[in-house]
């Protein structure tokens, strides 16, 4: 899965191939594009820090203690 900064730089590309293109079209779709990149990168950085906010309420540990066995 990309990263959120992975996600910005293709957006960039984007802008940058937009300013070339010739074509109205060709430069319409990369200018969609790019700001489908920034939208994925927006969602996945919300993931990410709903994500750790719920680890932080949750704790680090998420096991139970292990069991004691009983003498015999």
Not at 29 to 35: D, P, R, S
Not at 40 to 46: D, G, K, M, T
């Amino acid at each position: 899965m990309p990263t959120p900064k992975e996600c910005r730089q293709h957006a960039e590309e984007c802008l940058n191939l937009a300013k070339e293109a010739p074509q109205i079209y060709a430069r319409q779709a990369l200018l969609e594009l790019a700001a489908e990149f920034r939208e994925v990168a927006e969602e996945l950085e919300r993931r990410s820090s709903h994500s750790t906010d719920a680890k932080r309420r949750r704790g680090h540990n998420n096991f139970a203690p292990p069991r004691r066995r009983r003498a015999s």
